[in-house]
């Protein structure tokens, strides 16, 4: 108390202006609640077979919880290679809803309660992916936050540790939302499958779903503006506390609004993003000059920028490798056919968005949903990266399927997409 006073005075007597935000004056000494002290390994919410009474440390009635995700191009917002914050919305188990529970705790001015209680991390993350579509992002949090947040039992008032700041709930709210986002790379989950965005490319539902469910783990619910994608919804239940729980996930219980299939997967404009991770080394030295003994460390921080979606570098020369289940079956023939014999060697043109493949037969294409190469067709292909490999891709799809697995002198025609029974993906090995 004597700090905030004699710091008050202190910004008082340097600003001309006095400084009324109301998140800065004793609650700049206060950090954000991150332990509720509730258990994270009970019953999930909505799993309870009897009532349970202490809703700080069970999310109820809301407890079918949404982390949603824009996929906005009309206009653009946030970067062009990554999906952007909706919200974290608590249905109830039948996937009803409240909304706006506690209007007294509608906050505004939450960028300054975000650095005051010392989340300034989540705020910067919240100023790149949560955005407004009219460009009012703090409007958008505070709705966010007053309609939905303000619903959540677990982050009642009375549930936080007794001394907590005002708004600490709030802060609680937006660390989670974030923290669970960044579990959640939706655009590179689909750019694995290759499937990136497009203003051409149509995709069936089905392919969609299978991408984000071999990154999620289970099905998440895509909606759709007409056969645009708009929107995505993963869904969890919740043991413990949102301020630290364990969010366990489930399969949506009903699909978005997207059509079956004809859907596009428009692009945005903007930059992308670069994700940069640090390397820190150290080295001693020991020097020996006469007598005395010199110890140095030092310390080099290495910065490396890698750009997700960036251009990747395509081989001239290469083998292409079948993949089924993490393990290569052969490859491809000259002819585009897959077996298990010598495979042949392929000349790649143009680049990883735009790519043209041939063989010693000629040119490859797909016709009739077939690839095949000498035949006269000349296609255009795409390659991404997943792991070390790079996958090539036909249409944003990775997938490639035959009747059967080949062995021998039996070779089988490699079908576009996972619709025949053995499915891989065809690797791209510089040769
Ligand atoms: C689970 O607990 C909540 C909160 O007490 C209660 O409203 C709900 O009826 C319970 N569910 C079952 C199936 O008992
Ligand atoms: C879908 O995107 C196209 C642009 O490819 C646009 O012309 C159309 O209006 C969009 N549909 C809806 C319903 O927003």
Same mark, same amino acid.
């Not at 700041?165 to 989670?176: Q, S």
């Not at 993490?326 to 680049?351: I, P």
């Not at 991404?384 to 790079?390: D, I, K, N, Q, R």
């Given at each position: 108390?004597?700090?905030?006073?004699?710091?008050?005075?202190?910004?008082?007597?340097?600003?001309?202006?006095?400084?009324?935000?109301?998140?800065?004056?004793?609650?700049?000494?206060?950090?954000?609640?991150?332990?509720?002290?509730?258990?994270?390994?009970?019953?999930?919410?909505?799993?309870?077979?009897?009532?349970?009474?202490?809703?700080?440390?069970?999310?109820?009635?809301?407890?079918?919880?949404?982390?949603?995700?824009?996929?906005?191009?009309?206009?653009?917002?946030?970067?062009?290679?990554?999906?952007?914050?909706?919200?974290?919305?608590?249905?109830?188990?039948?996937?009803?809803?409240?909304?706006?529970?506690?209007?007294?705790?509608?906050?505004?001015?939450?960028?300054?309660?975000?650095?005051?209680?010392?989340?300034?991390?989540?705020?910067?993350?919240?100023?790149?992916?949560?955005?407004?579509?009219?460009?009012?992002?703090?409007?958008?949090?505070?709705?966010?936050?007053?309609?939905?947040?303000?619903?959540?039992?677990?982050?009642?008032?009375?549930?936080?540790?007794?001394?907590?700041?005002?708004?600490?709930?709030?802060?609680?709210?937006?660390?989670?939302?974030?923290?669970?986002?960044?579990?959640?790379?939706?655009?590179?989950?689909?750019?694995?499958?290759?499937?990136?965005?497009?203003?051409?490319?149509?995709?069936?539902?089905?392919?969609?779903?299978?991408?984000?469910?071999?990154?999620?783990?289970?099905?998440?619910?895509?909606?759709?503006?007409?056969?645009?994608?708009?929107?995505?919804?993963?869904?969890?239940?919740?043991?413990?506390?949102?301020?630290?729980?364990?969010?366990?996930?489930?399969?949506?219980?009903?699909?978005?609004?997207?059509?079956?299939?004809?859907?596009?997967?428009?692009?945005?404009?903007?930059?992308?993003?670069? +994700?940069? %991770? $640090? @390397?820190?080394?150290?080295? /001693? &030295? =020991? *020097? #020996? !000059?006469? +007598?005395? %003994? $010199? @110890?140095?460390?030092?310390? /080099? &921080? =290495? *910065? #490396? !920028?890698? +750009?997700?979606?960036?251009?990747?570098?395509?081989? /001239?020369?290469?083998?292409?490798?079948?993949?089924?289940?993490?393990?290569?079956?052969?490859?491809?023939?000259?002819?585009?056919?897959?077996?298990?014999?010598?495979?042949?060697?392929?000349?790649?043109?143009?680049?990883?968005?735009?790519?043209?493949?041939?063989?010693?037969?000629?040119?490859?294409?797909?016709?009739?949903?077939?690839?095949?190469?000498?035949?006269?067709?000349?296609?255009?292909?795409?390659?991404?990266?997943?792991?070390?490999?790079?996958?090539?891709?036909?249409?944003?799809?990775?997938?490639?399927?035959?009747?059967?697995?080949?062995?021998?002198?039996?070779?089988?025609?490699?079908?576009?997409?996972?619709?025949?029974?053995?499915?891989?993906?065809?690797?791209?090995?510089?040769?």
């Amino acid at each position: 108390m004597l700090a905030a006073t004699v710091l008050a005075g202190l910004i008082g007597s340097s600003l001309a202006t006095p400084f009324v935000s109301p998140w800065n004056s004793e609650e700049l000494f206060n950090r954000a609640v991150t332990s509720s002290g509730c258990s994270s390994t009970g019953t999930a919410s909505c799993t309870n077979s009897s009532s349970v009474s202490d809703l700080c440390c069970f999310q109820a009635p809301g407890g079918l919880l949404l982390q949603t995700q824009f996929w906005d191009t009309s206009p653009s917002t946030g970067p062009s290679n990554s999906w952007t914050i909706h919200g974290l919305w608590p249905d109830h188990c039948d996937g009803t809803f409240d909304s706006t529970c506690d209007a007294s705790r509608a906050y505004t001015g939450l960028s300054s309660l975000l650095s005051a209680q010392g989340a300034s991390d989540t705020l910067d993350f919240m100023n790149t992916y949560w955005k407004d579509i009219n460009g009012d992002d703090e409007s958008f949090w505070e709705h966010e936050w007053s309609k939905h947040g303000t619903c959540m039992s677990t982050l009642d008032v009375k549930c936080l540790p007794s001394g907590s700041p005002k708004g600490a709930e709030a802060v609680a709210f937006f660390n989670t939302v974030v923290r669970l986002f960044k579990q959640l790379p939706t655009y590179q989950w689909l750019a694995d499958a290759g499937i990136t965005p497009s203003s051409s490319t149509t995709h069936t539902l089905a392919s969609l779903i299978a991408a984000l469910k071999a990154g999620y783990g289970f099905t998440p619910a895509l909606d759709c503006d007409g056969s645009n994608v708009s929107q995505i919804s993963y869904y969890y239940n919740l043991k413990g506390s949102v301020i630290d729980g364990t969010f366990v996930p489930i399969n949506a219980p009903e699909a978005g609004s997207c059509p079956s299939s004809g859907i596009k997967y428009l692009t945005k404009t903007g930059s992308p993003v670069s +994700t940069t %991770t $640090t @390397k820190t080394s150290t080295s /001693t &030295t =020991t *020097k #020996t !000059t006469g +007598t005395s %003994t $010199t @110890k140095t460390t030092s310390t /080099t &921080t =290495t *910065k #490396t !920028t890698t +750009t997700t979606g960036a251009p990747t570098a395509i081989p /001239t020369k290469a083998t292409i490798h079948a993949i089924q289940s993490g393990s290569q079956v052969g490859g491809l023939l000259s002819l585009g056919t897959w077996s298990t014999q010598t495979l042949a060697s392929y000349t790649l043109s143009g680049s990883a968005s735009s790519l043209k493949l041939s063989s010693s037969k000629g040119t490859c294409g797909v016709s009739g949903g077939v690839f095949g190469c000498g035949n006269g067709d000349s296609s255009t292909f795409s390659a991404v990266t997943s792991g070390s490999l790079l996958l090539l891709a036909y249409e944003g799809e990775t997938s490639f399927s035959s009747d059967d697995v080949p062995s021998g002198s039996t070779v089988y025609a490699v079908n576009t997409g996972g619709d025949s029974d053995q499915v891989y993906t065809l690797s791209v090995v510089s040769a």
